[in-house]
């Protein structure tokens, strides 16, 4: 099956910082990814829409300059949280549709999330 | 408005027994697909079950079946049998359209505990 993987795991950080969180397709090619972010106990929240070879689709309120996203290859994208701040830890999570599976029912593949904390 | 609805934020379950976690959504867009994951306490989402708006049977994998009620805009899951590693959070979400990078949307999910 289609795997996501995202790196690092686990990462903590001192307040002022960047840190950049990988997510790549280990098996297929993924011209669309998506971020998402995650409080304890909560939902996961789109944050955006990563798209290869052109610029991120963000959702409203989610600062485009704090959360830099790249998406340079068809089986990577990035994201930079940029300056990180208390108020940025949170568990990130990126995911992908496998193009190979037809779109109607094809679920989407998630890495196994970046618990960012920040110091 | 709320696309995914859960209203259960935590359920206990006994071991062997069978749960119905619930799930209502909101669309006017006729395709639509209904999704299941599994979180466990390790963070990764792992997909259980898909239904589509058009699907005239109810979808099953292994332990896990779909109850979907789509004059009532319900897509509940249950799970038969349930084991301990079940214990987990469980989120429903949707995907409107048929579109290949339409955005899902993601209910607040439900804290299940299986007891021994």
């Known amino acids: 099956g289609a795997v996501v993987s995202q790196h690092p795991s686990r990462v903590i950080c001192k307040s002022g910082t960047s840190v950049k969180i990988e997510c790549r397709s280990l098996d297929f090619q993924a011209t669309t990814m998506f971020w998402y972010r995650q409080f304890p106990k909560q939902s996961l929240m789109l944050m955006a829409t990563s798209n290869e070879g052109s610029k991120a689709t963000y959702e409203q309120g989610v600062e485009k300059d704090k959360f830099l996203i790249n998406h340079a290859s068809l089986t990577l994208s990035t994201l930079t949280v940029t300056s990180a701040h208390p108020e940025d830890s949170s568990f990130y999570i990126c995911s992908a549709k496998d193009p190979r599976q037809f779109s109607y029912n094809s679920p989407l593949h998630f890495g196994n999330g970046t618990r960012l904390t920040v110091t | ?116």
């Not at chain 2, 959504?25 to 079950?49: N, R």
Request: glycine share 8%.
């Open chain 2, 1 to 116: 408005a709320q696309k995914i609805t859960q209203t259960q934020p935590g359920m206990f379950v006994q071991e062997k027994e069978a749960v119905t976690l619930d799930c209502t959504y909101d669309t006017s867009d006729p395709s639509y697909g209904l999704f299941w994951y599994k979180q466990p306490s390790s963070g990764e989402m792992i997909f259980l079950i898909y239904q589509g708006s058009y699907d005239q049977q109810n979808a099953t994998e292994g332990r896990y079946s779909l109850n979907f009620q789509k004059a009532r805009k319900s897509a509940n899951l249950v799970i038969s049998a349930s084991q301990l590693g079940d214990s987990a959070m469980y989120f429903c979400a949707m995907r409107e359209g048929i579109d290949n990078f339409n955005k899902f949307y993601f209910g607040s999910g439900t804290k299940l505990n299986v007891k021994p």
